[in-house]
């Protein structure tokens, strides 16, 4: 799940950097929080959000980006 809030309009042109923070963690449900903070190039915030995720862990030899089911002959 994710949510954010623009606090500013963002123009065509503008630099923008966006920083993130781990605010939570459960280990035994793999369920993470982020706090999410956009900035622009004047270093005002532009954008607060946060987001809700899962973690999987993943078996030895699968891959990440792909999954494993991308990995096996057709």
Same mark, same amino acid.
């Given at each position: @799940?994710?949510?954010? @809030?623009?606090?500013?309009?963002?123009?065509?042109?503008?630099? %923008? %950097?966006? #920083?993130?923070?781990? #605010?939570?963690?459960?280990?035994?449900?793999?369920? %993470?929080?982020?706090?999410?903070?956009?900035?622009? @190039?004047?270093?005002?915030?532009?954008?607060?959000?946060?987001?809700?995720?899962?973690?999987?862990?993943?078996?030895?030899?699968?891959?990440?980006?792909?999954?494993?089911?991308?990995? @096996?002959?057709?």
């Amino acid at each position: @799940q994710f949510s954010a @809030q623009f606090l500013r309009p963002v123009l065509v042109g503008d630099e %923008l %950097l966006m #920083s993130a923070t781990i #605010s939570a963690w459960n280990e035994n449900s793999g369920q %993470l929080g982020v706090s999410i903070e956009v900035r622009n @190039q004047r270093h005002r915030r532009v954008l607060v959000g946060t987001a809700d995720l899962i973690v999987f862990v993943l078996a030895e030899g699968e891959d990440a980006a792909i999954g494993p089911a991308a990995t @096996q002959p057709v």
